[in-house]
């Protein structure tokens, strides 16, 4: 077990997401930033789709009751093992009665904690991430509080050998950026019912994250879109990574969270490869949209996979020298 000194700011349970239950209502959901959710795993020498656990902005002190393999990875968070300071993206072994404290980001705003043998809280719909608008899936459908106890799965601790001094290069993690952060869209629906100059407009300004931003979505802050003509929409699909339009012409980035459909116009679709770009956007931060064509945007994330797979293989290589 892990024990909960202090929950963060909102820390969830969360994996690969829940799938096939969108026609039922209920997103995917899962981590918000996958690149590096993954590479915690990774890192920690799980299968890769094991549950960890999500800190926004303020991360939280953990007491192990076990000895295992833990890792950080996502935006800059300042962290400790009993004490002393330890690096992000880079394996670390834990034993029974270690606290491990992760603070307050510094850039980006999500940190994924991974723990050898995943966070074993039980599946629901096939998924341990936590849906807190619907109360579903990881511990009891809610954040982490103060006191609670978190379950771990068959960790291979005892049987890593040396101080795990390797861990991952800077540029797996040149993607947090500064505050102005960059994700090519592709045009969506109805893009092309928006005036002239809205299309120009959306492409061309910067868009500030506000603090009415969550797992389901942010809402951005900038000029105002408009239409060439109103009109009443009926509700279509929407995804992570959609942007709609209200009424107030202000775009309503959808995240994670978002329900399933949406009735406001879709201005544009966030290409999957700059995901976990805008999953370490914070409230201040500021979104600049890039025109990127459909079958580029299709290459740039098989790329992208490519990448990642690449990095895991060189993972697992330095985990048999360990072993």
Known sequence: MIDVIEAGLFTTVQDGGRFGYRHAGVPAGGAMDAWA???????VGNNGDEAVLEATMAGPTLRFRVEAVVAVCGGDFPCTLNGQPISLWKPEIVKSGDVLEVGVCRTGFRAYIAVSGGIDVPPVMGSRSTYVPAQLGGLSGRPLQRGDALPVGVTHGRRVIGRMRWGLASAARRYIGGKTKTVRAVPGPEYDEFTPASRRQFFAARYEVTTQSDRIGY??????????????????????????VPASGQPIVLMADSQTTGGYPR??????????????????????????????AMWLYREQQQRLARWIAAIRRQWEGER
Not at 37 to 43: D, G, I, P, Q, V
Not at 273 to 295: K, M, N
């Open 37 to 43: 959710y993954r590479l915690a795993n990774a890192l």
């Open 219 to 244: 809402r951005l802050s900038g000029r105002a879109l408009a239409l060439v003509r109103e009109r009443e929409m009926v509700s279509e699909a929407v995804v992570f990574g959609t942007v709609q």
């Open 267 to 296: 201005i544009a679709q966030v290409a999957s490869v700059d995901l976990p770009i805008l999953a370490q956007a914070r409230p201040g931060d500021f979104i600049q949209f890039q025109p990127i064509e459909p079958e580029e």
